[in-house]
């Protein structure tokens, strides 16, 4: 780990479980950068705004990739955080009480405030 590091890293992914590779993926970048002491978001669109609600995040993407539900929880223990949009979460009609713990609803005005004028890694997926 680099000493003083403290640019923020942001993992954009648009896709769910139709496409779990592509998930297992970005859930990995993300936790590498959460698990190296970067503030880290996952902004979450379209289909990918599924995984912030309970429970959706399971199974194995290919063979020798982690479990799913480890990737999330270790996103979790690590400080990560997911920010979801909510115009895809709401044309899902999907339950705000069925968000993960460390998910809340945002759109880009909510990106760009948690970036600030800080330095910022990002990933799309």
Request: glycine share 10%; proline share 4%; with cysteine.
């Amino acid at each position: 780990m680099l000493v003083g590091m403290t640019n923020k890293a942001v993992v954009s992914l648009i896709t769910g479980l139709e496409d779990s590779e592509k998930v297992a993926v970005a859930f990995l970048v993300a936790l590498g950068a959460a698990e190296h002491g970067r503030p880290t978001l996952m902004f979450l669109t379209k289909e990918a705004v599924r995984l912030a609600t309970e429970g959706v995040a399971r199974g194995v993407a290919c063979e020798g990739c982690p479990p799913l539900p480890d990737l999330v929880a270790r996103f979790h223990r690590a400080g990560g955080r997911m920010l979801v949009c909510p115009i895809c979460f709401d044309a899902r009609h999907l339950a705000k009480d069925t968000l993960v713990s460390n998910a809340e609803l945002g759109g880009t005005v909510q990106l760009w405030e948690w970036i600030g004028d800080d330095q910022v890694t990002a990933f799309s997926y």
